[in-house]
């Protein structure tokens, strides 16, 4: 049996595009890194995910969401599979979805090869001089910053 | 087989019990950063232990499959006797448990938590430092995964330690008393069980005894600039990881297991 209507791996890659984090809804899973892999078999298409935080409560969410995005456009043979390795960092997140985190007022994280401790940027109002209020901020992936400039407090995507 | 199933558990059943306990701040932090720090850093932790329930679950109706090869059970026994991440966790006994005495300690005061938190933490990382090389590959991927959280949880734990100790009068007392009332549960996370023994020598589970030296170095070094002295080494209790535990340990399966054992497969 052939995939339902030749769907390739490149067609599920563009559906997936179109699923944003439960979270952070200015990303898509892909823009996040969590799809590692679509392997299209000849009767079933395999989505690979990998989990961003090991206690993440939107990794159910997005299955869900994978799910029903497929679902909508015919879709039906399909598994969705969950890797732990290799361990998801944010050097996965694209370039693109970094823009996007910082139009939306996080400021991204930085590279992991960066070791400098420089703080992040202020996503408000674009200065350097901001500080740490808490390693922890609103959600697992996020620590809490303010900008000594402008003296608004933001989130930071913490580098993972 | 039952060896890694044991070991899986007892990694699952520590970090479960030490989520029950912190969630209780959930609410009641000092401050609301703290508040969302101790229950961000539990939720990581339910995570792990979800994983390794998970796991634990395969493996063990692997090999429940192997043994009624010969007489293989209908679809509604099989149903009944599935091992699962919710099962494990919410209907085993007191005795089935194999959690670190630490982790089922009180929360105490703010100090306790963060003290037991402390301990705990940098004892995670030096035992997922070395398992992320494990020869088990699944064990190897929680604990390469795991690691990158347990990071932060000793910075956050490390952090708080220096400054209730290096604080006031009061806090630093406070940390002191804590230190002094968790130091005998600290032992037991170096005494390798027969399980552990088994795992070690088919190079899955890391020489836990050699984590000790380690693990030492890292409290000496926080204590030092958090101005508290390290314990003599005292007598230390143990017992957990074989199911021997503290009286505290039946109240918190009361509380985390009433729901799921009064109204079986109940769900929201």
Redesign the interface.
């Known amino acids: 049996m052939v995939v339902e209507n030749n769907i390739t791996a490149e067609d599920v890659w563009t559906l997936l595009e179109q699923v944003p984090d439960p979270e952070i809804p200015v990303l898509s899973i892909l823009d996040l890194g969590i799809v590692r892999d679509i392997k299209v078999d000849d009767d079933l298409i395999e989505i690979i995910i990998t989990p961003t935080y090991s206690g993440c409560p939107a990794m159910d969410a997005i299955s869900m969401d994978i799910k029903l995005k497929l679902i909508e456009h015919g879709i039906k043979n399909f598994k969705i599979t969950s890797v732990l390795s290799p361990a998801w960092t944010t050097d996965w997140m694209t370039e693109e979805g970094k823009i996007k985190l910082n139009k939306y007022g996080i400021a991204p994280p930085k590279m992991s090869s960066d070791i400098s401790d420089t703080p992040p940027i202020c996503p408000q109002c674009t200065s350097a001089d901001t500080k740490l209020l808490s390693q922890f901020g609103s959600t697992a992936c996020k620590a809490l910053y303010q900008c000594n400039d402008c003296k608004e407090p933001f989130d930071y995507f913490k580098c993972h | 087989m039952d060896q890694l199933i044991n070991y899986t558990l007892h990694l699952a059943d520590s970090n479960l019990i030490i989520t029950q306990r912190n969630a209780a701040w959930c609410g009641h932090g000092p401050i609301l950063?703290?508040d969302?720090?101790i229950t961000?850093?539990t939720?990581?932790?339910?995570?792990?232990s979800?994983?390794f329930y998970q796991y634990a679950a395969k493996l063990i109706n692997e090999n429940n499959l192997k043994l009624s090869e010969s007489q293989a059970p209908s679809p509604a026994e099989k149903a009944r006797n599935e091992a699962s991440e919710d099962s494990l966790a919410y209907l085993r006994t007191e005795r089935e448990f194999k959690n670190l005495l630490l982790t089922e300690q009180e929360n105490g005061d703010w100090a306790q938590t963060i003290v037991r938190q402390f301990f705990y933490s940098v004892y995670q990382y030096f035992l997922y430092e070395k398992m992320q090389y494990s020869k088990d590959?699944?064990l190897?991927?929680?604990a390469?995964?795991?690691l990158?959280?347990v990071t932060?949880h000793v910075?956050?734990s490390s952090e708080w330690v220096i400054r209730l100790g290096d604080g006031t009068a009061e806090s630093k007392g406070r940390i002191i008393n804590a230190v002094a009332a968790l130091w005998p549960y600290t032992g037991e996370m170096f005494l390798v069980t027969d399980y552990e023994a088994a795992m070690i020598a088919e190079g899955i589970a890391p020489d836990i005894a050699s984590l000790k030296n380690d693990w030492l170095k890292k409290v000496n070094s926080v204590f030092e600039e958090a101005t508290i002295a390290l314990p003599e080494n005292g007598f230390m209790q143990t017992g957990g990881k074989t199911g021997v535990h503290t009286e505290k340990l039946g109240y918190i399966l009361s509380d985390l297991q009433y729901l799921q054992r009064t109204y079986p497969n109940a769900t929201w």
């Open positions: 950063e703290q969302i720090a961000n850093i939720l990581d932790l339910i995570g792990q979800r994983n590959e699944q190897a991927g929680i390469a995964k795991s990158k959280e932060y910075t956050w």
